[in-house]
C-alpha cells in the first residue's frame, strides 16, 4: 500500500514562510506525477499544485506565483515552499497523485498550516 506521510506546518503571520514536504513509500517515485492539496475548514479538498515526471509545474491561480512545488526523486519526496502566506491559506495540506479522483487509498493524515497574527 502506498504511504504518504506530510510534514512541515505550523502557525506562521501572514506574509510569512512554510516549506512542507511529502515523503512517499511503495510507489514508483520517479515515476509518479505527485500534487499538493488542501482542505480548509467546511470546504472541499482542492487541488492546488501540481508536478510532472518531468518537473512541469502547474498551480491554482489562487496560489501562483507564492507557491512552488518541487521534487527530489532520489529521497521520495515532494515539497510544496509557501511564500507570501494569507489568513485564507489556512487548510489541512495532503499531498496525493494529481487524479481526479485521486486515489482514496492513499490520503494521508496531513498537515495543518494556519496562517494568523
Known amino acids: 500500500q502506498v504511504h504518504l506521510v506530510e510534514s512541515g506546518g505550523g502557525l506562521v503571520q501572514p506574509g510569512g514562510s512554510l516549506r512542507l514536504s511529502c515523503a512517499a513509500s511503495r510507489i514508483i517515485f520517479s515515476a509518479s506525477p505527485m500534487g499538493w492539496y488542501r482542505q480548509a475548514p467546511g470546504k472541499q479538498r482542492e487541488l492546488v499544485a501540481s508536478?510532472?515526471?518531468?518537473?512541469?509545474?502547474n498551480y491554482t491561480d489562487a496560489v501562483k506565483g507564492r507557491f512552488t512545488i518541487s521534487r527530489d526523486n532520489a529521497k521520495n519526496t515532494v515539497y510544496l515552499q509557501m511564500n507570501s502566506l494569507k489568513p485564507e491559506d489556512t487548510a489541512v495540506y495532503y499531498c496525493?497523485?494529481?487524479?481526479?479522483?485521486?486515489?482514496?487509498?492513499?490520503w494521508g493524515q496531513g498537515t495543518q498550516v494556519t496562517v494568523s497574527s
Open positions: 508536478i510532472t515526471t518531468g518537473g512541469a509545474t
Open positions: 496525493n497523485l494529481p487524479r481526479s479522483p485521486p486515489p482514496s487509498a492513499y
